[in-house]
C-alpha cells in the first residue's frame, strides 16, 4: 500500500495536526515514504507523559528497514501548546538522522505541533 505522496509542508503540517488533536501525553510519529515520498504507513513509535518521550533510534532504524522505508519525517507534540523546537529535539533529529544516513535513508522533516501550529525543522533551517 502506498498512499497519496506529501508534496509541501502545509500538507503534512496539517495532516499532523488532525492526528495530534487532543492528545494530552507527548508521542513521536514517524511518516515512513518511498521514494517518490509517498506514505507507506504512519506510525506513532513512541509515547510519552504530559512533558516528554523516549526515543531509541535503534527502534527507529528497524522500523525504517522493516517497512522499506526511503525517506521518513519525524513529528511530536508538545502537549503545553508551544511548539518551539527545544535543544534536546534539535540533538535528538541530529542523532536520528546521523543513524539514517549510514543506511541511506532520507530525513525529509520533523515537525513539533502544538495546538494548531505547527514547527518545521526543515522551513527552520534546522535539518
Not at 502545509?10 to 488533536?21: P, T
Not at 517518490?36 to 507523559?49: A, D, K
Not at 522493516?66 to 525517506?71: G, I
Request: hydrophobic share 45%; glycine share 8%; net charge negative.
Amino acid at each position: 500500500y502506498h498512499g497519496p505522496a506529501l508534496g509541501s509542508p502545509r500538507e503534512v503540517s496539517e495532516y499532523l495536526v488532525a492526528h495530534f488533536r487532543g492528545k494530552e501525553y507527548e508521542a513521536f510519529v514517524v511518516v515512513f515514504l518511498d521514494n517518490q515520498h509517498r506514505v507507506i504507513s504512519i506510525e506513532e513509535m513512541f509515547r510519552g507523559t504530559i512533558d516528554g518521550a523516549s526515543v531509541y533510534p535503534r527502534e527507529i532504524v528497524c522500523a525504517v528497514l522493516r517497512r522499506n522505508a526511503a525517506a521518513c519525517i519525524f513529528a511530536h507534540n508538545h502537549p503545553s501548546g508551544v511548539a518551539e523546537p527545544s535543544q534536546a529535539d534539535q540533538r535528538l533529529t541530529a542523532r536520528l538522522k546521523s543513524a539514517l544516513s549510514v543506511i541511506d535513508i532520507r530525513v525529509l522533516d520533523h515537525f513539533v505541533v502544538a495546538g494548531g501550529e505547527t514547527v518545521s525543522f526543515a522551513e527552520r533551517g534546522l535539518l
